[in-house]
């Protein structure tokens, strides 16, 4: 199937979710589980109460359940015409620590459209603020956009055959002009938002100073075990319910050797690895990687991730350093370039 307009001209489409999303006690617990991150102050009041915080605090990647259910309206009346859509890159931008009760409404935007090889490389843009109106975080979500000739002809099929009751398999169809082209009451809003200052003026209360990180050093790796089981507990909590995850049928017809982990689910214990060595979860401020591989699951076998750190910069004046990550499965690149720009005690 071929697009059925030209995507380039829908560069700018924004609009703002009709109701707020409230970050759930729960929730954070059940995210947390899922990108297996068991700092204390995701789980416990007191312990994040020792850091500073007023409740828990939810995992760095927490935010694209939300952006999920934002997006919906985007992917199913505005980005049509594409069989697939694929994670390519991900940007995280913190402006205040995401906690339990807080109310965030979204904006989102398709701001960008590239064309690589004949493919479309498109990027979304999420803006969440809460109910001061203050920016907390910024997602920048680029993902490829497949049609039918990428993919085999028998996925759509075979994917309404197996996917969860009660979600709508049909035909994408096209938004109208007036909706996609019309004027956004909300255009001025998000472009006059003000971004919190928390996360950069806070005093962070991480395990480390300073004084102690030096260029070069190297965090402690860590290894992580992915079953099928993971991956469809993944698949609930962050409602990230592609079949590819979890379906091998599937994930052969998309051209994969197998059931492949979520892209957010290796980017959440990417974050996990590095806000450990932390000790302090709201002391990340920008976390970015590029997917240049998966993980590959199979039923028999777990499958492993392995996470390595360094420091690339350190910043005297903001007391900042930006810290290198990889990520290997198989003996292979998971992510491309990862970075996670962090602030010390």
Same mark, same amino acid.
């Given at each position: 199937m071929e697009a059925t307009f030209d995507v380039t001209g829908l560069v700018g489409h924004r609009y703002r979710t009709d109701d707020f999303y409230e970050v759930g006690r729960e929730k954070i617990r059940e995210y947390a589980r899922a990108v297996q991150d068991f700092h204390p102050a995701h789980w416990s009041e007191d312990a994040a109460g020792e850091l500073g915080y007023a409740g828990l605090v939810a995992p760095t990647t927490f935010i694209s359940t939300v952006a999920m259910l934002a997006n919906r309206k985007l992917l199913e009346t505005v980005m049509t015409g594409y069989d697939v859509v694929v994670q390519t890159d991900q940007v995280f931008e913190m402006y205040k620590p995401v906690l339990t009760g807080d109310r965030l409404v979204s904006d989102v935007e398709l701001s960008s459209v590239r064309s690589i090889g004949g493919r479309d490389l498109l990027t979304i843009t999420n803006t969440f603020t809460d109910r001061t109106g203050d920016v907390?975080?910024?997602?920048?979500?680029? %993902? $490829?956009?497949?049609?039918? *000739?990428?993919?085999? *002809?028998?996925i759509s099929d075979t994917i309404e055959r197996v996917v969860m009751s009660g979600l709508d398999t049909s035909p994408r169809t096209t938004a109208s002009a007036a909706e996609v082209n019309g004027p956004s009451t909300d255009a001025e809003s998000v472009a006059t938002a003000r971004l919190s200052p928390i996360s950069r003026t806070? /005093?962070?209360?991480?395990? $480390?100073?300073?004084?102690? %990180?030096?260029?070069? *050093?190297?965090?402690? @790796?860590? /290894?992580?075990?992915?079953?099928?089981?993971?991956?469809?507990?993944? @698949?609930?909590? /962050?409602?990230?319910?592609?079949?590819?995850?979890?379906?091998a049928e599937i994930a052969t017809l998309a051209g994969l050797p197998d059931v492949i982990a979520h892209g957010?689910?290796?980017?959440? $214990?990417?974050?996990?690895?590095?806000? !450990?060595?932390?000790?302090?979860?709201? *002391?990340? =401020?920008?976390? /970015?990687?590029? $997917?240049?591989?998966?993980?590959? =699951?199979?039923?028999?076998? @777990?499958?492993?991730?392995?996470?390595? !750190?360094r420091i690339k910069s350190v910043d005297p004046d903001t007391r900042t350093a930006v810290v290198v990550i990889v990520a290997k499965s198989a003996g292979r690149k998971v992510f491309g370039l990862a970075t996670a720009d962090v602030r010390l005690a």
């Open positions: 907390v975080q910024i997602m920048h979500t680029t %993902v $490829l956009g497949l049609t039918g *000739a990428d993919v085999d *002809a028998e806070r /005093s962070p209360q991480t395990a $480390l100073r300073f004084d102690d %990180v030096t260029v070069g *050093a190297e965090l402690p @790796a860590r /290894s992580v075990n992915l079953t099928r089981g993971d991956l469809v507990n993944y @698949a609930g909590v /962050s409602g990230d319910v592609n079949p590819i995850h979890w379906h957010m689910l290796t980017m959440g $214990l990417g974050a996990g690895f590095v806000t !450990g060595w932390l000790g302090d979860p709201g *002391a990340m =401020i920008r976390y /970015s990687v590029r $997917l240049s591989n998966y993980t590959v =699951i199979e039923a028999a076998s @777990a499958g492993t991730v392995e996470f390595t !750190g």
